[in-house]
Each structure stands twice: as C-alpha cells, then as structure tokens.
C-alpha cells in the first residue's frame, strides 16, 4: 500500500466521551482528502459474564445512536486513561447486572469502528459469578437477562444482535471455550 500521510487535523466537536476532528490526507495520487476522525478519550472495557449453568447474562438498553433497544454484553468507558480495563470490566459487570467476578480473563480486543474512529474495547471473560448489588447511572435504565449461548449465536445470526463488541465476544467465546473442548 502506497503512503497516505496526515497533513493536518481540526477539532470540530469536543464531547464528554469523544471529539471529533476533520483531518486533511495526502494520498498517494496527490490529492488532498477531507476524513472524519473521532477519538474516544478514554477507551472502553465489556465484559462477557457466563453464569455456572453456562448461561450468559446480557443487557438490554436503549441506543441513541440508532434509535433502538439493544441486545448487548455489559460494558462502559473507563473513568481515567490510566484505569486498567481489567478494573474497568469489573466495575461495569457488577454495576450493570449486579453480579461480581474474582475470575477475569482477557478474551479479546475490539476496535469498534476502524473507518473512523479509534475506540477499542477490551473484553473479559468472567467465571464464577457472585451475587452483589446493581447500581446504575443516575440516566442509565437497562434490564438484565439470562441467555443461552445457542440463542446468542442465533439472534447473531438473524440480525437480533449488531453490536459489534458483542458479536466478536459470543462468537470468541464459543470458539475458545465450547468449540475447542474435547
């Protein structure tokens, strides 16, 4: 692939969670390029909580952003650059669903939308869930539900479930954890 170089970037829009910038591209013909770019500021964790019966707990909400109910793995921003998405991961299963996990695992790392913005969410698998206490945001109203990872995989394959960071961990999870058993 030929070089596209940056050659200059604008803050159009500062957000709580993102900005957005207008940035000019050289590309390899010569012309300039006008491309959007968002930039999460702090980076996201989710989490994929499987309960002892091998059942998954999932969250429904509604999105803005396409104007829908949501299927979706429990998941937020992380409160700091700094915050390690582990602790990020714990923090939103519990606050979410009001369970809590001592056993977290790394499952795999997610860039949401790469034509466009550079938010990445690492996901974590939790074991060994432990009753504890929801406690959502002041604006945040979701229901929890129990689910099994077959009826996951077919609202994935309907078109029930979009939400990227939950596809690539139902379909992770399956392949690490339930497909490669012996």
């Known amino acids: 692939m030929e ?18 910038y207008e940035d000019r591209m050289l590309m390899p013909n010569g012309n300039i390029a006008r491309w959007d770019y968002v930039a999460h500021r702090k980076g996201a964790a989710a989490v994929i ?3 002892d019966n091998g059942n998954i707990l ?30 990020c991961a714990a923090r939103e299963l519990e606050e979410e669903t009001g369970y809590k996990s001592e056993n977290l695992e790394l499952l795999i790392q997610v860039a949401t939308t790469v ?5 990445k969410i690492d996901i974590y698998l939790a074991r060994d869930l432990k009753p504890a206490r929801q406690h959502l945001d002041e604006n945040e109203f ?28 139902i379909l992770a999870y399956k392949e690490k954890f339930v497909n490669s058993r012996p």
């Not at 929890?144 to 961990?169: C, F, H, N, P, W």
């Open 49 to 51: 909580p499987v309960l």
């Open 142 to 169: 979701l229901d929890v539900g129990e689910y099994s990872l077959d009826e996951l995989v077919s609202m994935i394959y309907s078109g029930e479930i979009q939400d990227s960071k939950t596809l690539g961990a």
């Open 58 to 87: 999932m969250v429904k909400q509604y999105r803005n952003a396409i104007d829908r109910v949501t299927l979706e793995i429990p998941a937020g921003s992380r409160d700091s650059v700094t915050e390690p998405t582990i602790v």
């Open 3 to 20: 070089d596209v170089r940056r050659i200059g970037r604008e803050l159009k829009y500062s957000g709580r969670i993102v900005d957005v």
């Open 115 to 119: 034509a466009f913005c550079n938010e």
